[in-house]
């Protein structure tokens, strides 16, 4: 009898370990499959193109990004989505103006000719505005000045972002506050305007955009960037200049009215348990140069191409995966904090949500946002990865758009999509985030990275 | 007593784990050294800006190549090398004529103009080849072929690298053979000339060259590639057309004498081991197309940054350091093998050999080459590398310029640097490639891994 019972123990045993073998098998094999669909026919960049040529940039509140969301809807709608529908989200309106311009008076009554860009939500000049410039070279020194000193002047941060730091969304986090908090510093100190070197890494022409504040209470003036070249330039001129030196600033740039715009989302329904969702998205709008190629054409390509290629392998989703175009990630994330609000409202049960908002490069892993438990269920996947060349798994933010679902879901796990950084800021803002700077395979391997997550989170959640 | 002996054992394990970590320390802060030099104030961009545009391609035996070779010893000695220089390596000496062109013969007397380019080494047409042309989807198709359908024709072979294979490398190994062999294979069934598919992943308009064999007892044949976008259109107009569809070709390179070209090395003479030599390379030659920035030009200036950015942190090596520019791997890989042999002659001693030939792109890891050993000795240096990206420590190929290097010693460690393969043969061999489609930061961080790595042998071999 004993034995008997053992015999049974051990093929029970050998039956499970079988189990996992073959499971273990299937799910390989489905990964190779999403691969091989991604890098032969795969459709993001195409996509791609189409979105960066076919509509351009896209800033919320323009016409162009509502050409975005007609063209987000139509695309998912012709990749077969079971439901495609707009959410409605309330987006700022601001135009940067024609004529934006600027000059430095050189001694000897020459003149050096600028291309600052206005930074995102700034007000005008209101004509021409000539003042004395004062640099500082990091925010603190400006923190620290006296006001007399800055009074009535525009004020010079050229502040680089950090070279020696490997992870150059870690570098563009220490210099992000000369950009967003510049004006208000340099207003504080009664200053007329704020320049800003680029935030860059790449030393080239272009003049970076990117949002800015203002604060309650303390006056507005404007604010520009100009190139890391400029502000090279620049700084040598003041620093060996005995005379003070002037610069003219011409910007028309103003604020309207909000406007409605939307977030677009299409859905694959699950099999299992429909009314758990699986979220993976980027963001629709960018900003108003370039084409937003890498910020975030690739995020929204990658999205639905992810969810695309599961379809075209046929394969039937335990739970609903929601792909997501949000809106206006750039100029206040709206598009987010509107979705997670309409979860909220609607009772919707998110268990997990993917994002890739980190440009179209070669991919690296995945951060993950959750507990213990999802750490260690990212990790769980690495075996599967690293085949093909995923080798990160780890703790860390996931993605401005779906981040406020944490305020909604004590329980879910939010994933953001690694790609390498190193050529991101390149590109980041600037004239220079167009198709022609995306690699078709790196963003071909992304799609498949996400669509592999997708699997494992939807098997194994 | 015995309590006595206790204390002093525990005394000793406490020491000894103090002096660990303080060596851990030590190693950790050195490569952190390393990479600020490289990313603050490293040379590696600017040397390539120069070996690029001062001297540009520089296919052995071509008079640029031993411009190539001037500038390689004056750069070694400008950044301060103990000792630089030259070793004599005989080299092929074989030029693209002038008018290379072909064009296909529509039906109605038109005509489509092609861009062929001559592989490496072929023999010219004498005139006008014109042909009617057979196309084969692959090697294999053409071996098989009976003889009376190839005689006298045009062979294409329209064979694509495998975009589903992750590494880019391992695709391109898998279609090599139809560009060194093509030509033998097709003349063994009686064919008149061979045109291939470029071996690249990249949809575009560069046709992609590099060496063809021939074989004793088979008669040579030109051989030309044409680029992807080319195959393509062909490929459809060979299948959609009933009647026969003919070629012509112009090419009038030529092959000359064999000539004296030159390995450039540059030494920094260890404190400990003089006589034990880490050698580190890549090869000075390219095709006579583009500039040969990330093949080889990369290699070049990675060797070159990493043992002066070694030298700049004051790090006085255990054993020689030796950066070794090697001649002519394009073409018979002569200054690789003669570098063998003239080790062996002098009775040299080296411990172990870096390569880098995969391009400027972001850094992955290392293979390793040798032993059990030494394959876990680099997988110990993960801990200290991780932080920087590198994950990716593997047995594999070192590189064709150190490979001669194992016939020589038993015991020597063969080290080949991995960077992102992705977009490796969009410029391999071709017109794309430039010094302007190499990262600024992605070619830095090789050079920086490269040091780390010597760093760390150097300490640990």
Known sequence: MRIRYLTFLITLFTLS?????????RTAEKIRLIYDVALENGHAYEDLRSLC?????????????????????????????????????????????????????????????????ALGGSIGTEGLLEKEI???????????ANKEDVEGKIVFINQPMDAKIINTFQ?????????????????????????????TLKHHDHAHTGTMHYKDGVKRIPGAAISSKEADWLAQ???????????????NCQRFPDKLSHNVIGELRGSVHPEKIIAVGGHLDSWDVGEGAH????????????????KVINYQPKHTLRVVFFMNEEFGNSGGLTYAEEAKRKGEKHIA??????????????????????????QSFEKYLSDYDLHKFEAGFSGVDINPLKDVYDDIALFGFIPDSQRYFDYHHNANDVFENVNKRELELGAAAIAALIYLLDQNL
Chains 1, 2 share one sequence.
């Open 17 to 25: 370990i079988f189990a996992q073998k073959h499971q273990a098998n």
């Open 353 to 378: 949500a993917i994002e890739s908002d980190r440009g179209g490069f070669t991919p690296r892993g995945f951060t993950v946002d959750g507990s213990d438990k999802h750490l260690k269920l990212l």
């Open 171 to 199: 570098a563009y986090g220490g210099c992000y506050p000369i950009r967003g908090y510049g004006a208000v510093d340099a207003a504080e100190k009664g200053a007329a305007a704020v320049v800003i070197r680029s935030l």
């Open 134 to 144: 004062i640099m500082f070279q990091h925010r603190d020194d400006l923190r620290a």
């Open 237 to 251: 001129l003041l620093e060996s200049s005995k005379e003070p030196i002037n610069m003219v600033l011409n910007m």
């Open 53 to 117: 040529k076919d509509v351009g940039h896209r800033l919320a509140g323009s016409a162009q990004a509502e050409m975005a969301v007609f063209w987000g809807a139509e695309k998912l709608r012709a990749h077969g989505f079971d439901t495609v529908y707009l959410q409605e989200v309330m987006v700022p309106h601001w135009e940067r103006g024609k004529d934006e311009t600027g000059w430095i008076k050189l001694p000897g009554n020459n003149i050096k000719k600028l291309k600052p860009l």
């Open 295 to 310: 910020d975030d054409g690739a995020g929204i390509v990658h999205s639905m191409e992810a969810v695309r290629i599961l």
